[in-house]
């Protein structure tokens, strides 16, 4: 992505921000076992407002400042450090690639930090998951609000950038739709393969192994969150991940598998038999699955609330789970009363983005978030019949042909100014019945 779209962001939250200062810091490097560190990942905001993917690093944005609105604080080259752990911009670098007004040394934080805050009204800060850096913060704004009464100026309070910065990362710019569009595409290629080489007698694990494949031969970074590769019953754990169990004729296969691309996420779930035919059972649960996802997608439109995707899915979920009586009563008390929770547990879908539960409001307070052109969405409708279903009250009893049914069907969905586009469109879904 071209620097000019973090200059941009930057520029826009700085406008939002006034006479504050907003202080980023970078994620953590995160211990496997013992002195073995995981991959780095950049925290989200840092990196949608930088572009910089290092570690130990500080970015400050100080917009009444008479020179230095952009600041980097990140590690000094080191010869002997980066042969062990891999090569680092450095200080000079910095700047001249990621538009910084002046960058420094990660070492001279204590001592540059407080210029770009004592004239701030306020220190945008989320106090996160650094105790030892909003130590730090907070160490010098009490130093500032002790020098206040002399002054009288400077930040009187620490305030969340989310409900600010948050917003704008929700609705995504074209550069943006662009990686996630290839993250898309990278995915559905990933699942159609999978899909071709499952099969009975082979192991979840094997079919992971082609789906993982795929995405980092295409250039993906990995997978976005562990894939998911369920057969029969293990479809009905939400996010099963021990992929060991071995397909078999008979069974369903659900896999929930996406990409990263260069930080940007798909997420798709497909569910089809093994051995390429339904029983009845599973058809007739599969039918309704899609028909809820279908109705849901047809909700995706500018101004429509967010919540009406899922009060869409639910009530198709309950009319035909009604049908097949595996639920019986009044359909509106039965969502009211949310009977329908054994068989359907989680909400229809979630913001997608830098974190593939991305950013961003559903509601605001009692109000639904009414949805917007550019923001993107997963519609993920399920139903779980798990053999340890315990029978609600006032509830028929399951009869055994069902355990162990396990349906999820899941697209990546951008709202556009007319309706939505379905980015992950290209793995079949209807292909099956």
Known sequence: MHQAEYSQRREALMAKIGKGSAVFRSAPMAVMHNDVEYTFRQDSDFYYLTGFNEPEAVAVLAPHHEEHRFVLFVQPKDLEKETWAGY???????????????VYPIAELDEKLPQYLEKADRIYYRLGRDKGFNETLLKHWQKLLAVYPKKGMGPTAIEDPAPVLHPMRQVKTAAELELMRIAASIAVDAHNRAREFARSGRYEYEVQAEIEH??????????????IVASGANACVLHYTENTCQLQDGD???????????????DITRTFPVSGKFTAEQKAIYEIVLEAQLRAIAQVHPGNPYSQIHDTAV??????????????GNIDEIIKEEKYKPFYMHRTGHW??????????????ETPHNLEPGQVTTIEPGIYI????????????????????GVRIEDDVLVTSTGSEILTAGVPKAIYL
């Open 214 to 227: 795929t995405f980092r031969l295409q250039g993906a970074i990995g997978p976005a969150y562990p894939s």
């Open 88 to 102: 680092r911009i450095g200080v000079e670098a910095a700047k001249e690639r990621f538009g910084a007004d002046i």
């Open 386 to 405: 798990s053999p340890y279903l315990k029978p609600v009250e006032g509830q028929p009893d399951i009869d055994p042909r069902w355990h162990g049914i």
């Open 315 to 328: 009530r198709v979920i309950v009319e035909g789970l009604l049908d097949l009586g595996l639920l019986q």
């Open 352 to 365: 997608l983005g830098l974190d593939v539960h991305d950013v961003g409001v559903y509601q605001h307070g």
């Open 252 to 266: 369903l296969l659900l896999i929930d598998a996406g990409c990263a691309y260069e930080y940007y996420n798909s």
